[in-house]
């Protein structure tokens, strides 16, 4: 009896041991090149664009009843980044127009902020299109010719 209660003690402690060593190995496999994962859900729901390294992220948030985008700036972990600049601008291919909008920063304070807000007409219909920012400085970084497709959560941007 006592041997049959050690085995089985045995098995269920080898049991956890294996259970362990897997769901630490997903978590390894789940983390970037520098020791910790990096959450792609976007705080508001709207789309992702990356930026450079180190990772920064614009969340691009559409009211259609307003006409309006909301833009925040993240880092690599999906929280608010302030930064001084002041405006940008984006280009939208939708249905084959070119559309654009100025985005400006809604200060959280005179010197910083981590939302940009543009209001457009065309911004109430247009559900989807092919975005462009000509130039962004965020926190000494340029980017140029960023490109992405709206809506798409956690897209990839191309920056030249």
Same mark, same amino acid.
């Given at each position: 009896?006592?041997?049959q209660?050690?085995?089985?003690?045995?098995?269920?402690?080898a049991?956890?041991l294996?259970?362990?060593?897997?769901?630490q190995?997903?978590? !390894?496999? *789940?983390?970037?090149?520098?020791g910790?994962?990096?959450?792609?859900? @976007?705080?508001?729901?709207? %789309?992702?664009? =990356?930026?450079?390294?180190?990772?920064?992220?614009?969340?691009?948030?559409?009211?259609p009843?307003?006409g309006?985008?909301?833009?925040?700036?993240?880092?690599?972990?999906?929280?608010y980044?302030?930064?001084?600049?002041?405006?940008?601008?984006?280009?939208?291919?939708?249905?084959?127009?070119?559309?654009?909008?100025?985005?400006?920063? !809604?200060a *959280?304070?005179?010197?910083?902020?981590?939302m940009?807000e543009?209001? @457009?007409?065309?911004?109430? %219909?247009?559900? =989807?299109?092919?975005?462009?920012?000509?130039?962004?400085?965020?926190?000494?970084?340029?980017?140029?010719?960023?490109?992405?497709a709206f809506?798409k959560?956690?897209?990839k941007?191309?920056?030249?």
């Open positions: 009896m006592k041997k209660l050690f085995a089985g003690l045995v098995c269920v402690l049991a956890s294996s259970l362990n060593v897997v769901a190995n997903k978590k !390894k496999s *789940a983390k970037d090149d520098h910790h994962t990096h959450d792609e859900e @976007a705080p508001h729901g709207g %789309t992702v664009v =990356k930026l450079g390294k180190p990772a920064l992220n614009l969340e691009w948030v559409r009211d009843d307003t309006s985008f909301q833009v925040f700036v993240l880092d690599g972990h999906m929280e980044v302030r930064v001084p600049e002041k405006s940008f601008e984006l280009v939208a291919k939708v249905n084959g127009k070119e559309e654009k909008v100025t985005l400006s920063r !809604k *959280a304070n005179e010197e910083a902020s981590e940009f543009g209001k @457009a007409d065309w911004i109430k %219909t247009a559900k =989807k299109f092919q975005g462009t920012i000509p130039q962004i400085t965020l926190k000494g970084q340029s980017f140029t010719n960023v490109t992405f809506p959560s956690a897209s941007a191309h920056a030249h």
